[in-house]
């Protein structure tokens, strides 16, 4: 397709389950990110690619957050044993290029919203 | 310490006002974008700008970035219902150590 792909767009978890939220990106965009929108609030960075390298992973809630990205394409977004607080909406984007200090258009998906029970 | 904040958070205006969003912050950055996200979608990019006193104009919506590049609003004259949703400001730092961070935005009600 043209534009970034998430799946699932909704996900209904039990709380101590695990979650993995999947976006393909652009085709051809070297970098990816993932954002964290909860109810009426802004976005939360969590983490980014150049390429399949996460140079920073400090956005990352906790230590049950993890992220992949294979072959500069797909990347996934797991979640292990999910509390209830990590209920949101996922969102991921990627851009043609991201230098220091600088940032292309970011294009989003339309995010994965996430709710645990 | 909330990198960015956007002013007001919430606002309701009938069909055909104009109004004012502001994003500050006590931060010098390299560029400064300005997203639209409707409910139940991505952010979408509406401008990009990089110049300390810049004002680009995107048909009712003018922007503006600050002369010292801390700060930037959006104003909307003549506001449509299709000009309903939440608008964020996002910025890379002049560190360049991180990718966009972004406001908590302003939601914009717009009323026919």
């Known amino acids: 397709g043209a534009g970034v792909s998430q799946s699932p767009s909704n996900k209904v978890t039990e709380k101590g389950k695990d979650v993995e939220l999947r976006c393909d990106p652009i085709?051809?965009?070297?970098?990816l990110y993932w954002y964290r929108q909860s109810l009426g609030q802004g976005l939360e960075f969590l983490i980014y690619?150049?390429?399949?390298?996460?140079?920073?992973k400090s956005g990352l809630p906790s230590d049950r957050f993890s992220a992949e990205r294979t072959g500069g394409s797909v990347s996934t977004l797991t979640i292990q044993r999910t509390q209830q607080e990590d209920s949101a909406v996922y969102l991921c984007?990627?851009?043609?290029?991201?230098?220091?200090?600088?940032?292309?258009?970011?294009?989003f998906g339309e995010g994965s919203r996430l709710t645990v029970l | 310490t909330q990198l960015l904040e956007q002013s007001p958070q919430f606002l309701s205006i009938q069909e055909g006002e104009n109004l004012t969003v502001y994003c500050n912050s006590s931060?010098?950055?390299?560029?400064l974008q300005w997203y639209r996200q409707e409910p139940g979608e991505g952010p979408v990019l509406l401008v990009t700008?990089?110049?300390?006193?810049e004002v680009k104009k995107l048909k009712r919506l003018t922007f503006q970035f600050g002369d010292a590049r801390k700060d930037s609003s959006l104003h909307i004259t003549a506001a449509q219902p299709g000009d309903t949703g939440l608008y964020l400001c996002?910025?890379?730092?002049?560190?360049?150590?991180?990718?966009?961070?972004f406001g908590k935005g302003t939601r914009l009600s717009v009323i026919a």
């Open positions: 984007a990627s851009s043609l290029w991201w230098s220091s200090g600088n940032s292309g258009e970011l294009f």
């Open positions: 931060s010098v950055f390299s560029s």
């Open positions: 700008v990089v110049t300390g006193g």
């Open positions: 996002a910025v890379s730092s002049i560190s360049g150590n991180t990718p966009l961070v």
């Open positions: 085709s051809g965009h070297t970098a």
């Open positions: 690619f150049q390429g399949n390298s996460a140079p920073d």
